[in-house]
């Protein structure tokens, strides 16, 4: 890549460069508990797992919390986003992940955060889990949805019956260099708290940051992918770094959405928070030279965007 | 069922049956990050989505959090517990998680808490991440064990080479039945927070419970398992009840252990605490009639233990 | 009291009986940190120890989180509201307050959340604050606002000149009785959620909940007030008690307003969330006779406003 | 000050000086809830507005969080401690708090932390409250201790008649300096964290940190203390500072303790902990001279003793 920064935001160099983004499909579901609390515990556990589409079967997050006069059932809940590589692999992930993780948690019920528009693009969700209530489950009117009402230990477990998908974008991105471990933590923190605010998007990774970047291809042929030694600082004396002089800890955000425009109005707030904190030596973004992702998110106009606000 | 309750424990009537659980294959690793809000996002992700073997990979919780002066690296750590039909199922489980939510976040390192004595029963953790480094992976001894430092963007992530496994105990469970569902959640949470107390036990469901217990066999001949109607309060008009007039609401705690005394001690732990909470009409457990699994929890004997205190 | 409930939401009963609520002077002020858990953090602190100006120096509490996009100065914050008997006892408090828990907290500034429109009544803040920086600090114009500059040992504390204040609302409040403990804590929690999604109240008490209400005066002669007994369950047979029959807890909200119809919204909510829970007996008011008080919220005008939503 | 650092630590540079601390009255109490999240929203609310006995009635904070076997009555606790000028002080703010936020928050309950053994060190507590009961309330025997059983709305509130106080050592201190903010904040949260896993002692200003460092007297005649320039990054220019070259950012940590070893304990762990991380420039301690404060904490000793470990 070896990007010179030709751009600034905030005095922190930002490299004329794009983050790459893969076209991907992803749902929303909403999920409501009797607390706060045990909403949280709800969501953690249903996206857990789920960083990378690489090695696990989605790519899941909050998207935001729900007070209860936001909710569709008046109680505490959150909207939870999930993205895989086809319909059928993103159907059979959330089926299972809501079963295992939803179904079975107290006091929880699942709506669609998606409408049902076009049945083919659908994922069917009480639709499957109903059968777990033995002939006991009983179907309910709601408007125009149907919503299952499924026995269990602690009342009934509400579940819609199919929940829409959409075409995403998978992949936006952006690099944070810093001086060293902390300065890059915290701007990075910083980023991910503003990214968090915009609606439509998640963030996968472990709070929203990966640290192992990984390029194509490895020396070992069994594998496809391997750490990006260009961006290790401990490898900058042992191979072809890009990384600015002085970069002890580089942290990438990686952001799936609904929209190009809600990824890259994701950008435009992480790149402004991140560059308030001190210790930054440079922004990027990562990609595979243009030809793997339609969506191409180029920092410039991150920037001037940023300008126009 | 139909037990009826002849036991007692702090005025709640407690059944004179058992909990049924069955010998697994188990782990524990211990994971390091910058602070604890980082090891807080670790142990999240990396034990997400792992709340029953049945339709997920392996069953995975926090066995308890360490300072750091208890931890291995002198930073906040946490222990985790990870259990699985096989070792072969364990270690494919284990490594895939730890290389997309460990690997991949932030400051973390990734030590064995189960040492290898036996290398037939070692588990390939950084033995088969290390590939990640592409060649710029280096082995460093520590005593008698061996880590690996893999370069990664943010410095290197260190990890064990391998862990060890034991047979351990999967399905020690209270089933705690309470007038409703309020009166049900806060003395099984109550239960649920004196078990997180005890080591080398976990509680893999959301929370630390499973709110929707199951039989074995469905009307639908495609399903090995279906709601346990006996249990579910909505539908004492129409089934077979087993629950004893005026509840509400019933939740259950599974407990997966080290050995059969750490599960022991975890229920009586646990039975302790619910019964100090207004609203419960009964305690009771599950087994399968004792046929399934080998290890049997009677919960006559747990109140004996209780009384030896 | 002993008012009988004539009035019902959600199928419980609600008394005909009235909040009265008392004219108060307030304040709000944002603060801003370089994370969510600095803003936490500083909220906690210098709300702390403010349930009562009965015997604290001032009530207090949270507002609002604000994300970067929404705060002063693009970082994470938060809108904190005070209140006191009067304007000098309200300066003198959040000053103080304001100095030790806000000036002294890593990486905090502070802000005015009510403009100054009348200098009579304006509290000083940084005003006063700023001779800290021993004549090293410096003054900054921000639109038609002053801001310090004030040198501390992690740069520069920002605060604001002065603020402004309001004359507001203190003791709007519910009483909720339940069968017991945890049927009433729950639904408490579930009606302080909903209140707190509410703009421009605070809920001064722990957690929003206050469950020692009391009576005013006293057979010791020196208490002006002592508990409410008619309302303890554990007094039932030695007292005059206004419970309803089977009540084992009862608990109350407090709340403090900018206006009589922020007060009255959020007693609104609470209600509404309160009684989609189990296990409630009743639902009624606390008053003095009517005669204390300037602010009436009649619990028959919250379910007339419940039914025209 | 000026003290060139001789010694060093973990490659950190560590001024040969110590902190200078000061003979004081301390007391403890447990308070334990219905829950961990109740346990914790009692603590926060206490201990809070209690950084620094200049400008608070007392410095508070958590000592430790109690599992329910640990607790003294089953339940989930926390160990809290307090700071005064006197005995009197301290049982004024400590009673008074304990009757604000305590007695108040829903479920709690209060015992004494330091056994009575000399009435005249007692403060009262229950003994004090109980007149909140109307005379409704209840002496119970607990081997040779006495509680009180006082009726409120949810309950009775169980108060312990007197608790015990002890001399103990307030203001022990380290102070880390940092390249920038971020780095500052992260090591310094890191000690944080190791100093608050160890036992009898508490770290009184927000998160455990201060970063707004005083020096006694100021150009303004009223102020007795004002910022300490010596110390101030922004500063270097214009005053004459005791910073090395390239501090971007210092943090203190206060520390109060039940004893001399105990404090001392917390500023091994805590200098252990923060060298651990990158971009530290400088270690340090505060002090008047020696002649104000009976405790000298020499950093020479501290490092004295991380060796011997």
């Known amino acids: 890549m070896n990007t ?27 999920v409501t508990a009797i607390s706060e609390s045990w909403v949280r515990i709800a969501a953690t556990e249903v996206t857990g797992y789920a960083t990378s589409v690489i090695a696990c079967d989605a790519e899941a997050g909050v998207e935001k919390f ?13 909207s939870l986003m ?32 998606i409408p049902v528009t076009d049945p083919e693009k659908a994922l069917a969700l009480g639709k499957q889990l109903r059968f777990f209530g033995d002939g006991f489950q009983i179907s309910k009117k709601w408007e125009d949805r149907r919503l299952w009402r499924i026995p269990v230990m602690d009342g009934e477990f509400v579940c819609e019956d ?11 991105n952006l690099l944070i260099c810093a001086t060293n471990q902390s300065a890059g933590l915290l701007a990075t923190e910083a980023a991910v708290t503003a990214m968090q605010a915009v609606d439509n998007v998640i963030l996968p990774f472990p709070g929203g940051i990966v640290r192992s970047g990984s390029k194509v291809g490895s020396k070992y042929s069994a594998l496809k992918a391997s750490t990006n030694d260009a961006y290790c600082p401990t490898l900058r004396a042992e191979t072809n770094s890009d990384l600015p002089e002085g970069t002890g800890c580089v942290y990438e955000i990686v ?24 210790g930054l030596l440079q922004i990027t973004a990562g990609n595979y030279g243009g030809k793997l992702g339609k969506h191409h998110f180029h920092l410039a106009e991150v920037i001037a965007e940023l300008k126009r606000r």
Chains 1, 2, 3, 4 share one sequence.
Not at 4 to 14: G, I, R
Not at 162 to 172: E, I, M, P
Request: aromatic share 8%; proline share 7%.
């Open 255 to 278: 952001i799936d959405g609904e929209t190009f425009d809600d990824v890259q109005q994701a950008m435009c707030d992480g790149l402004q928070a991140a560059t308030q904190l001190p």
């Open 82 to 113: 999930f993205f895989a590589f086809s319909r059928s692999a993103l159907e059979k992930a959330v089926t299972n992940r809501v079963g295992q993780c939803i179904l079975t948690c107290p006091t929880t019920a699942c709506y669609a955060g």
């Open 162 to 172: 199919r929940v829409g998908s959409f075409k995403g974008v998978a992949g936006g």
């Open 66 to 78: 729900l007070s209860p006069e936001e909710s569709p059932d008046g109680r505490p809940g959150v």
């Open 4 to 30: 010179q920064p030709e751009l600034a935001w905030n005095d922190v160099p930002v490299c004329d460069t794009f983050a790459e983004a893969f076209t991907t499909v992803g749902t929303r579901i909403i």
